[in-house]
């Protein structure tokens, strides 16, 4: 399986072009342990992409395509997840702190050991997740 490997140095406005490159790549992304803090990723197809311990605090990932993305440990506060498609994704102790998940489809996605505090859970779809505290969401 082919994988884009992005790395962090260099100024914002290089990164922000090498990130929109990445995102036209056909292979599922490894972005794990990048820090995209503030990136404007909505409407992104990460889907399956390697998120691990990625920094997207205050990102913005309105209607973007994470589903099957492994997001395990990543730093999502105070993102911008709204209406974003998060099926099936790994999100085992990420901090969702204060990020907004309105409308948001978290079915089967594993939130186990998840910091979701004052994490906006308006309306998201949970059928099948599994919370944070271990119990299965039905």
């Known amino acids: 399986m082919l994988c884009w490997i992005a790395k962090s140095s260099g100024n914002a406005a290089d990164l ?3 990130i929109e490159k990445l995102l036209n790549q056909p292979a599922p992304l490894w ?5 995209l803090s503030g990136a404007d990723l909505s409407g992104a197809d990460l889907a399956r992409a390697d ?8 990102a913005d990932l309105a209607g973007a395509d994470l589903a099957g993305a492994d997001l ?7 993102a911008n997840l709204d209406g974003v ?10 901090n969702l702190s204060g990020a907004d998940l309105f409308d948001t489809d ?9 910091n979701l505090r004052e994490a906006d859970l308006t309306d998201p ?7 944070p505290d271990g119990t299965q969401h039905e």
Do not use: C, K, P, Y
């Not at 311990?53 to 205050?58: G, K, P």
């Not at 779809?125 to 919370?131: C, D, Q, S, V």
């Open 16 to 18: 922000a072009i090498r």
């Open 106 to 114: 978290l079915s089967g996605a594993t939130l186990s050991a998840a």
């Open 72 to 78: 395990t440990d990543a730093n999502l506060s105070d």
């Open 31 to 35: 972005l794990r342990g990048l820090n």
């Open 51 to 58: 998120l691990a311990e990625a920094d997207l605090s205050w």
């Open 85 to 94: 498609d998060l099926r099936d994704v790994d999100l085992s102790e990420a």
């Open 125 to 131: 779809e949970l059928m099948g997740a599994t919370m």
